[in-house]
């Protein structure tokens, strides 16, 4: 099994990634800046994730979402977008994301979009 890795997206609460870190130390939750794109855009970030194997988490519902669905179409690979609310309760997406991490395959989340918390 080839559990899933996440990069959080600038936009991402603090608490998200330091809650999942925290809670469960073994859940692989890198930063944009410390791979060195704190300021790539949406679309390198995600062929940045694709090669590395890594599943994109966000809050920015719009741009993100609009460049992974526009790379689905062109029939790029990508590892797979979890996008968070703005509002969302953080507790449950700390949660969702550990479940995510313990529970299931990278190649699930292959070419999908979906929504936390869960």
């Known amino acids: 099994m080839n559990p899933p890795r996440f990069l959080a997206d600038n936009d991402l609460a603090d ?8 809670r469960e130390p073994t859940v ?6 410390e ?16 090669h590395e194997g890594f599943v994109v988490v966000s809050h920015d ?7 992974a669905v526009a790379r689905i179409d ?14 969302a309760p953080i507790a449950q997406t700390i949660e969702d994301l550990i479940l995510i991490g313990f529970a299931s395959d990278l190649s699930e989340w292959t070419g999908q979009i979906q929504f936390l918390p869960l």
């Open 35 to 50: 791979v060195g794109l704190a300021q790539a855009l949406d679309p390198v970030v995600l062929e940045y994730a694709a």
């Open 15 to 22: 608490q998200i990634v330091l809650g999942v870190l925290r």
């Open 61 to 67: 519902i719009n741009t993100m979402r609009a460049a």
């Open 28 to 33: 692989v939750m890198t930063r944009l800046r």
């Open 74 to 87: 062109r029939g790029q690979e990508m590892a797979g977008l979890l996008l968070v609310h703005q509002r």
